[in-house]
RNA sequence: CGGGAUGUAGCGCAGUUUGGUAGCGCAUCUGGUUUGGGACCAGAGGGCCGCAGGUUCGAAUCCUGUCAUCCCGACCA
């Protein structure tokens, strides 16, 4: 490619509404355009960027079996209600109508669709497994978009499902995907961390997300610092700690006033924030319940509309309570009688501890579950797992880290073989519901993240197998014809090498094409100045560490290849 | 969904308070000088001031509505 003829609008200024550095940046190196909020036109650095990570993906998925296939992203409203999922999703589905207002939607993924060509088509155990995946453009019409290609409503995935025979067969693919998965990221020269998880509205139990280590990540992950153990913040959790037996004073109501809030009522009855059980009401379904946890503790209501299995959840408000005289602040469990009472595991093991009176300004002391004070419907670990706390697996300590989730994987089982009825004949002659797992890799979203972890001030340092181009050749003054022509000669030397080459021949002066050869990021930059050229070399420069030195014009085109293979190879398992 | 802010040339912004017919920097084009880290001089082109309505002799500016974009929050009792 020929910089003069190459669309690619690099930018000195940073559009405004850029806020993180990957979105910055492949705004300034002129690889992406906003179309609209959350729709971003692919230009050509960024297209070449986005097919090598395809590649991989397909190598990967291929090299296990998989076989890909392409499905519409417009679907028809009936399969998703079929499978229960048109009234589940809620707001993130894109509904569209047709011209007959018939209504569709813009696929956000493709359970659906893929089991309706598995019922339709297969049959018999012997046409067992089967992995099919798709890489293709999915929507969700988030609640909001943001960070560029981080968090788009038009985005480009792939998607593969397994479909087995039985829960070992699932094992099976699973671990395959997982093994795959490990190896794209890899090969993306991506630093990042596969995390249990939480399956979320795709449902099914079983879960990991691969994590892209970064600051602007949005997911927060919590680690241990001695075993190997990761999950997402949404699942991480553990055991109560056991709890010293305390003798059970008796309970006491006291006056406190303006104290709205844990900390303002720990402060004022000088106890630590731990002594205080918090009591929230929440709103699940329309549903009036309320949770309990201990002060210190924040609820994780994933876990909680999980155990619910409600649609919606939300913190009742104020109108909801202020029926039966209650006031936010001074809620408590003792004396209720018609509201269940969920309560995180901790809470009762817990002796004497604060409470809401559900009177006026006033807190009760020493509330004792195990004295029958108060009832409690179900336990269960309802609250997040924090920084600092012992690790679920061992004695190490939890600590906390973000993360860009560039991956995740699932075991279905049989969700949709069920709704969907999707069955294959067994060897015994009866119908079995096949059991299917479903494993998708945002692939904008690891364009975004390679950045986010690779990047200096002056702009994008590619891994070299998902570079746009793996070198740019840079005559330093287009007036003389011999850098001119070495930088030609060199640069058809190279194509027809195979190397993925830029000749920069704008009519500019060296520093323009320096500093947007460091701003697109080509991972080689050959600079052909008079000086080196007088002892027969080229100057070649590293990207990744600005090293520099000199190679004969003879050598650059070896020296070149064993170059991008060796980086290549960084980035390779096995 | 709630709150806040912003829409003026391709990008970044000023002008709006106090209404008088639109400006700066970068980018673009022309000519010249320059030529190893975003050059300089001279000139030029480019804007229905988000959209619609209203007030007014006159609106980027005031009023109403609407759309879009961005940020923060989405309840910790």
């Known amino acids: 490619m020929k910089a003069s003829n190459m669309f690619a609008p690099t930018l000195r200024e940073v559009p405004a509404d850029a806020e993180i550095i990957s979105h910055k940046l492949m705004l300034r190196a002129g690889m992406i355009r906003k179309t609209a909020s959350g729709v971003y036109t692919y230009l050509p650095l960024a297209w070449r960027s986005i097919r090598k990570i395809e590649e991989i993906v397909r190598q990967e998925m291929d090299a296990k079996g998989g076989q890909e296939v392409l499905m519409p992203a417009v679907q028809p409203a009936e399969i998703w209600q079929e499978s229960g999922r ?33 019922r339709n088509d297969v049959r018999s155990y012997k046409q067992l497994p089967q992995l099919w995946y798709q890489i293709q453009t999915k929507y969700r019409d988030e609640r909001r978009p943001r960070f560029g290609l981080m968090r788009s409503r038009e985005f480009i995935m792939k998607d593969l499902y397994s479909f087995d025979l039985d829960e070992a067969g699932l094992d099976k693919s699973y671990n395959l995907m997982y093994d795959a998965y490990n190896r794209v990221f890899t090969r993306c020269g991506l630093n990042f961390r596969p995390v249990e998880a939480d399956s979320g509205a795709i449902g099914g139990k079983g879960s990991h997300e691969f994590m892209a280590l970064a600051d602007a990540g949005e997911s927060a992950i919590l680690y241990c610092d001695t075993c190997d153990w990761a999950a997402t913040d949404e699942i991480a959790g553990r055991e109560p700690l056991p709890v010293e037996p305390e003798e059970m004073l ?24 731990n002594r205080i059980v918090k009591t929230m009401y929440y709103k699940a379904d329309e549903q009036l319940v309320i ?32 029926t ?18 969920y309560a995180d595991n901790e809470v009762p093991l817990m002796y004497n501890v604060v409470v809401g009176a559900n009177d006026g300004e006033r807190h009760l002391l020493n509330v004792n579950y195990q004295r029958g004070d108060f009832r ?23 600590k906390l880290a973000r993360g860009i989730e560039v991956g995740q994987i699932f075991k279905l089982h049989t969700k949709y073989s069920d709704s969907l009825h999707v069955n294959y004949t067994a060897e015994d002659g009866h119908e079995r519901p096949v059991v299917m797992g479903c494993y998708g890799i945002g692939i904008g979203r690891t364009l975004a993240a390679v950045i986010e972890q690779s990047h200096d001030d002056d702009g994008i340092i590619w891994p070299m197998p998902v570079a746009p181009y793996q070198a740019v050749i840079i005559p330093v003054n287009d007036r003389e014809t011999e850098l001119v022509n070495t930088a030609e000669n060199l640069y058809t030397e190279l194509i027809a090498a195979g190397v993925e080459v830029v000749l920069d021949n704008r009519q500019e002066r060296a520093g323009v094409k320096f500093k947007d050869a460091d701003l697109i990021g080509y991972p080689v930059r050959i600079t052909v100045g008079a000086k080196a050229l007088a002892r027969g070399n080229v100057e070649v420069r590293l990207r990744q560490n600005g090293e520099m030195q000199e190679v004969a014009v003879a050598e650059v085109k070896s020296w070149l290849q064993d170059y991008i293979a060796a980086e290549i190879a960084k980035c390779s398992i096995n």
Not at 257 to 269: M, Q
Not at 324 to 341: A, H, N, S, T
Not at 376 to 398: F, K, M, N, S
Request: charge should be negative.
């Open 291 to 322: 949770v309990l946890v201990r002060g210190d503790r924040r609820i994780n209501e994933i876990k909680l509309q999980s155990l619910l299995g409600c649609n919606e959840l939300e913190l009742a408000d104020n109108a909801s309570l202020s």
């Open 86 to 118: 048109w009234n589940v999703y809620g707001a993130e589905l894109w509904r569209v109508k047709d011209r007959n207002g018939r209504d569709f939607c813009l696929g956000p993924t493709h359970e659906e669709m893929i089991s309706m060509i598995f």
């Open 376 to 398: 409690i419907d179900q336990t269960a670990d309802l609250r997040y797992l924090e920084e600092g706390e012992q690790c679920p697996h061992c004695q190490g300590h939890v």
């Open 324 to 341: 039966g005289g209650q006031k936010v602040g001074y809620l408590g469990p003792v004396g209720v009688d018609k509201i269940k009472i």
């Open 250 to 273: 008796p309970m006491e109501k006291v006056d406190t006033p303006s104290c709205g809030t844990v900390e303002d009522v720990a402060k004022f009855l000088s106890l630590p924030t």
